[in-house]
């Protein structure tokens, strides 16, 4: 067995050594481009082909965890990164991440076609891709059956008709928690939104860790198996129930409610990182993620709305999504500045 | 006292214990001798409770053990590998007994210190067992086993992992010990020296039955059939047929013998075993009845006298005799037996 | 030269030289890829860089997860010790029909990431959980009567199914290789067969007991995703709060404290077990006659045997039955009707495991990631036991540096998968380790979980060899080498076994440091679970459990390989 082990050993510590002597690729002709995200990163392979042709380079995408895995990754890193580009930054994070001087400033040429709305970055460090909205989703089936009403405002939720119905993520450890956290916030003020929240669990909101639990274990729409019709999830998710049903489906088992601040808009960034040895490559490749082809590849990827207006939907998108009209939003600075005191005194309200 | 009835038991689908009957007399020292493997050690864990047989039952004073576990027996086991508990000191392991009969500490105390005298180790009372020689870790376990007073002790080839010398010390120490205590005692062992040195009487186990029993002078002038000789080393076996009765004769290959027999002799034409000793044979050939002539092959000076070994033809290639005077090798000799002194031996059973 | 030799040779005859060169090759293991990334983390996050100030760090929210975590990892280990010990009697003891299986069956939980582990226990104790829908159906309840997750509960029940597999290995192991004759002799003296346990067999287990107890206590101590999921937000062990504090709060300094205490825990814990436990005092004398395994005899003994396998059973099988089971039927809600779901069964999960719908690039086919997840395993195997055989015969010297090197190569155990995936990202974002293709890391982070285990199972064995035995096989004329190979090297055999399997099931499910360092190229098993599960939709969550489903069948599959190589017919669970 021994001697079996130790020449497998030994040729490691060799593979290591011969890692450690092996010249670094000269940066005078690059060859791959390498772009740090999040693990919802998704996109089609003929669309990155079309990239790495035209460029005649290799794309290599390094995904490391949640959104915020990935921005502490890149912090922990910036003096070496770990890639050339960034992306899946989202607007709760911006804050920091400019702080933290990752990025390098790029007025791309495809800024034009953009709405004003998503250029959160007036100095466009960090470019916005996509932005998605997270949503109270609700199970028709339910609403049906009870013949209740669909709650269409944020103060309908504590109405008692619909105590015990919904479930919702702990800001502390959810980013779709702390979205809706920060829905109400913005709906009703700094002042309000604790009196609100109290009002909420009074009418028996259930509170679990992470959206997995609340969707799939809590909420009564997807699989059919929980006990709560409504849940904090993303607009997009009554699409993606009938993307992904088992047998074909007409119209989806959920939809989501789009009252005034009952979504919180995320908008994702890219940007260049600061130490990369390639920017004219990473400038080429924001440009490419802000162009047509890749911005109509992200809902069916990612489940998020490209943010280049001339990007025509897909079907399911246009026919499933409701796009809200009065979506929540935050100051990014004002996000950054409070996000632990305001996630601190939920926890005493809504725990405790 | 101890009443074995019948006891049957198998190994592995083999039979190994096939009906063993016997009994164990107050104060008396029995000592089951056979070859490795033939069930001695199984059989005292019968009776010790450890484990169950398949057919016949352990009596005490007539009353049926079957019920009674073995820990409500007391016996006493003293084990081969002596199984002396590893996290317990000497004293710890002697008092064991005593501590599971509820005994008031300081009679424990007295006792564990008058059996440490028995054993001539006082000095040892706190000493770890893992760092005791082998002898010294059998007189703990021999104390550790006499202790508890039991009604009755057995003892697992107890010398059997010590060296030569060691073991006769050893063996001479048990048996003062064992009749000071006049506990009646089963004694296993394979080595007939030490059975001979132990018991008041001997069971010799083969083939799963007991070939005979008795007081060991029993084993050597009247040994039961041939294996029983064999075992015991008694001599020279040398088959032959039945020619005539009253007087017996017997046509072997060294010629006609007139033997003598304990049992009733076969009939005519039967196959019968004859035993020479080799100290009974007498240099003085002429008046006598069964001469053997045969060529001085080997000649070794042992314990006092010459053994010599014969060569008398093709079939009979060696003969052994013990003489006080010694010959000339490559001389031709004659010694003779008396009839009383040829055993003739029944062939039944028991032939290896 | 001659000199140098003798110099050597003398060296060696100490024992503080022997361990030392024993331990060259884990310790430099350990620095490298343990120590260094992580004092790199806690250097830079302290740096004035990072604009750490000690004064300002508020330390309030350590002390309410720390004795939570304290309290629920020693209620844990007790019911696990509860379950467990049982559980290793019936192993060590008896044959009965399904052993192997059971026994496999009973190792599965360990490697299951915790989402799927919640899917289980939801499809069997939620609130449309089997249960209770069987209870509300008999006696026509209106509400499910129990309620199992976001409880307390909840976090003792699954610690339990995780790690009774732990208490049962290395116990059940131990009981199996006990001298009978021990046991015999304290019978034969009078000790009734609960005296017998509490006076001889316990003592001896005591050594395995406790080991098995430590790696408990500190898995249950260290406990993140249980605690999230099935626990709820009201529970927070300082895992858990490390990982709030650096990946949603981005409070690095504070989330460094945290696992800096928490290692510091870690080490006291093991030191306190080492303490108790008396590492390397108590030699076991050979076993020269241990018992076999053998069927039941009294119908007491076949009631107990079925009581036990039944309680196993439901605590340990029932949950993953259910999942497998779930992952065959539809789930698709029938329209208007609420709670209905249309019955029947399918296959269409495991179908769509292995087509690319929408040519996304990172799309993993199953036989890919099984591959990729078994590669990591075997890589994990060669270095944890390679490594671990060093340092149990490091441990069987005796000497000094063991009482300081030991507990320090337990610390892994103890460290926060967060913590040290970010100290890895840091320290090994340059050659040779960014430049390799093959991502390494993964194993490498994987064996460091697995060498306390591997250490815990081979040591005492070890130290059950009787030197008589090497001394004979020199004398008669054998080299060190062959000493080693032809009398250690099968006599370990048993508690190698176990070893691989330890090695080869934490590597098979290990979740978090995996995230860090993971590649999109090399995507394993579980990464694959998380990322179906995390999307909406009946057809993704129906294929998180089916590969959920495969990863348990490649658990079973490689641990009935593993048992393969050892030689037939001997039983050494």
Redesign the interface.
């Given at each position: 067995?021994?001697h079996k082990?130790?020449p497998?050993?030994l040729l490691?510590i060799v593979?290591?050594?011969?890692?450690?002597c092996?010249p670094?690729p000269s940066p005078g002709e690059p060859q791959s481009l390498t772009v740090m995200t999040h693990?919802?990163?998704?996109?089609?392979?003929?669309v990155?082909a079309q990239f790495e042709s035209e460029h005649g380079v290799t794309v290599?995408?390094?995904?490391?965890?949640?959104t915020?895995?990935a921005?502490?990754?890149a912090?922990?890193?910036k003096s070496?990164p770990?890639a050339d580009v960034f992306y899946g930054l989202d607007n709760t994070?911006l804050t920091?991440a400019l702080e933290e001087e990752l990025f390098l400033p790029y007025d791309s040429p495809m800024l034009d076609q953009i709405p004003d709305e998503f250029k959160i970055d007036p100095g466009n460090h960090a470019l916005p891709v996509d932005y998605g909205d997270v949503c109270i989703n609700y199970?028709k089936?339910?609403f049906?059956?009870?013949a209740l009403p669909i709650p269409t405002s944020l103060e309908d939720l504590i109405d008692p008709r619909y105590a015990g119905l919904l479930v919702t993520?702990?800001p502390?450890?959810s980013?779709p928690g702390?979205a809706f956290l920060m829905a109400t916030i913005a709906h009703f003020g700094e002042d309000g939104y604790l009196d609100y929240w109290q009002a909420l669990v009074e009418n028996g909101l259930?509170?679990?860790?992470?959206?997995?639990?609340a969707?799939?274990?809590?909420f009564?729409?997807?699989?059919?198996?929980?006990?709560q019709?409504l849940v904090v999830?993303?607009g997009s998710?009554p699409a993606?129930?009938v993307?992904?049903?088992?047998?074909e489906l007409e119209?989806s088992?959920t939809g989501s409610i789009i009252g005034p601040n009952t979504c919180f808009r995320q908008i994702e960034f890219v940007g260049i990182l600061r130490n990369t040895a390639n920017p004219d490559l990473a400038k080429a490749f924001v440009d490419f993620m802000l162009s047509v082809p890749f911005q109509e590849d992200i809902p069916?990827?990612m489940?998020v709305f490209p943010v280049n207006p001339q990007a025509s939907l897909p079907e399911a998108f246009l026919e499933h999504v409701d796009i809200p009209d009065q979506p929540a939003s935050l100051p990014p600075e004002l996000i950054d500045a409070n996000?632990?005191a305001w996630?601190n005194a939920w926890l005493e309200a809504v725990?405790d | 006292m101890l009443t074995v009835k019948a006891i049957e038991k198998s190994y592995e689908g083999e039979p190994l214990l096939n009906g063993v009957s016997f009994d164990v007399h107050p104060s008396e020292t029995i000592c089951l001798l056979g070859p490795s493997g033939s069930g001695k050690s199984t059989l005292l864990r019968i009776i010790a409770g450890l484990e169950e047989s398949e057919g016949g039952e352990v009596l005490w004073n007539g009353r049926s053990l079957a019920d009674t576990p073995a820990h409500q027996r007391r016996f006493g086991l003293m084990f081969q590998d002596y199984a002396l508990f590893p996290h317990r000191n000497v004293s710890e392991n002697i008092a064991f007994g005593l501590r599971m009969q509820k005994l008031p500490p300081q009679e424990i105390q007295t006792r564990v210190d008058s059996a440490l005298e028995t054993i001539n180790m006082a000095g040892f009372a706190h000493r770890k067992v893992t760092e005791l020689s082998g002898g010294e870790q059998q007189r703990v376990a021999l104390a550790r086993a006499l202790a508890p007073n039991p009604r009755l002790l057995m003892l697992d080839e107890p010398l059997g992992a010590l060296d030569r010398t060691l073991r006769e010390q050893l063996s001479q120490e048990l048996r003062r010990i064992l009749h000071q205590s006049k506990v009646p005692a089963i004694y296993v062992t394979h080595d007939q020296e030490e059975a001979f040195a132990i018991a008041d009487r001997l069971l010799l186990l083969h083939h799963g039955v007991i070939l005979q029993s008795g007081p060991p002078h029993d084993f050597y002038h009247h040994p039961r059939n041939v294996w029983v000789a064999k075992f015991f080393g008694l001599g020279n076996l040398v088959k032959g047929t039945i020619v005539a009765h009253s007087p017996l004769q017997v046509k072997t290959h060294l010629g006609l013998i007139h033997p003598s027999c304990d049992q009733d002799p076969q009939p005519i034409g039967a196959e019968a075993t004859l035993l020479f000793r080799p100290t009974q044979a007498s240099q003085s050939p002429q008046e006598m009845k069964n001469r053997i002539t045969g060529r001085v092959f080997d000649q070794v000076f042992q314990n006092g006298r010459y053994h010599i070994t014969l060569q008398i033809n093709e079939q009979v290639p060696d003969f052994h005799v013990l003489l006080t005077h010694p010959v000339e090798i490559g001389a031709d000799l004659a010694v003779a037996y008396q009839p009383a002194d040829v055993l003739c031996l029944q062939n039944d059973f028991g032939e290896i | 030269m001659n000199t140098l030799r003798k110099t050597l040779f003398r060296w060696l005859k100490q024992p503080t030289w022997r361990a030392a060169l024993f331990w060259l090759l884990p310790a430099a293991f350990l620095v490298y890829f343990f120590y260094q990334p992580l004092l790199a983390?806690f250097n830079?996050v302290i740096s004035p860089t990072w604009g750490f100030d000690l004064s300002a760090l508020d330390l309030t929210p350590v002390w309410r997860p720390l004795s939570f975590t304290v309290g629920q990892a020693l209620l844990s280990t007790l019911l696990t010790l509860i379950i467990g010990l049982p559980g290793a009697w019936l192993f060590a003891h008896f044959t009965f029909p399904g052993k192997r299986t059971l026994k496999i069956l009973t190792t599965l939980p360990f490697i299951l990431p915790t989402?799927v582990v919640?899917?289980g226990f939801?499809?069997l104790l939620?609130?449309?959980g089997w249960v209770n829908l069987g209870l509300m159906a008999l006696f026509d309840l209106p509400t499910?009567p129990v309620r199992f997750?976001?409880t307390f509960g909840a976090i003792l029940v699954a610690h339990v199914f995780y790690n009774t597999t732990i208490m049962i290995r290395v116990v059940s192991n131990a009981w199996s290789q006990m001298n009978i004759r021990l046991r015999h002799a304290a019978q034969v003296l009078g000790a009734s067969p609960w005296r017998t346990f509490r006076e001889v067999t316990l003592p001896l287990l005591r050594p395995s007991i406790l080991a098995g107890t430590l790696l408990v206590f500190l898995f249950n101590f260290t406990s993140f995703g249980v605690v999230?999921?099935l626990?709820?937000?009201?529970f927070a062990t300082l895992e858990?709060e490390i990982?709030?504090q650096?990946?949603?709060?981005?409070?690095?300094p504070l989330a460094s404290m945290l696992s800096i205490l928490q290692l510091a825990c870690t080490l006291l814990i093991t030191l306190g077990h080492n303490r108790v436990s008396g590492l390397g005092e108590m030699v076991i004398s050979p076993a020269t006659r241990t018992m076999a395994a053998r069927p039941a005899r009294t119908t007491l003994e076949r009631a107990v045997i079925i009581l036990l396998v039944a309680s196993l059973f439901i605590l340990l099988v029932a949950p993953l039955a259910s999942l497998a089971l779930r992952s065959f039927v539809?789930?698709?809600?029938?329209?208007?009707?609420?709670?209905?779901?249309?019955r029947g069964l399918?296959l269409?999960f495991y179908r769509e495991l292995g087509v690319n719908r929408?040519?996304?690039?990172?799309f993993v086919p199953p036989i890919a990631a099984a591959r990729n997840s078994f590669m990591f395993a075997l890589?994990t195997i060669?270095?944890t036991?390679?490594l671990g055989?060093l340092v149990a015969y490091a441990l069987l010297q005796n000497s000094a540096i063991n009482k300081i090197l030991d507990p320090l190569m337990m610390l892994p155990l103890g460290a926060s998968a967060?913590t040290l995936?970010?100290g890895f990202?840091?320290v090994f974002?340059?050659?040779?380790?960014?430049?390799?293709r093959f991502p390494?890391l993964i194993p490498i982070a994987h064996a460091l979980v697995a060498l306390p285990f591997i250490v815990r199972t081979l040591s005492p064995a070890l130290r059950n060899i009787p030197s008589s035995l090497r001394n004979a096989a020199r004398v008669l004329g054998a080299s060190p080498f062959k000493v080693?190979?032809e009398v250690d090297?099968p006599l370990l055999a048993p508690s190698?076994l176990v070893s691989t399997i330890f090695a080869f099931t934490i590597s098979l499910g290990e979740f978090g440091a995996s995230?860090?360092l993971?590649?999109?190229d090399y995507p394993t098993m579980p990464v694959a679970i998380?990322?179906y599960?995390?999307?909406?939709?009946?057809?993704?969550?129906?294929q998180a459990l089916a590969m959920s489903t495969l990863l348990m069948l490649v658990c079973a599959l490689g641990i009935f390989l593993i048992e393969r190589l050892q030689k037939p017919g001997k039983d050494t669970f």
């Open positions: 067995m021994k082990v130790t497998l050993l490691l593979t290591m050594l011969l890692g450690a092996a670094e693990d919802s990163f998704a996109i089609s392979e003929e990155i290599n995408f390094v995904r490391s965890g949640d915020g895995t921005l502490n990754q912090i922990l890193t070496n770990l994070f920091r199970d089936a339910f049906e059956a009870q993520q702990n502390a450890t980013s702390l259930t509170v679990v860790s992470n959206w997995e639990t969707y799939y274990t809590n009564s729409g997807s699989t059919g198996q929980g006990p019709p999830s993303y998710s993606a129930e993307i992904f049903a088992q047998t119209e088992p069916m990827q489940f996000r632990e996630i725990l | - | 983390l830079l989402v919640a899917a939801n499809s939620g609130p449309r499910p997750l976001n999230l999921m626990g709820g937000p009201q858990v990982y709030t650096a990946l949603h709060l981005l409070n690095l539809k789930l698709e809600p029938t329209r208007g009707e609420r709670g209905e779901v249309e399918t269409q929408r040519g996304d690039l990172f890589i060669l270095i036991l390679s055989i967060i995936g970010l990202i840091i974002n340059r050659p040779p380790f960014s430049t390799l390494i080693w190979r090297l190698l995230t860090f993971v590649r999109p998380f990322r599960i995390s999307q909406p939709g009946a057809l993704n969550y129906g």
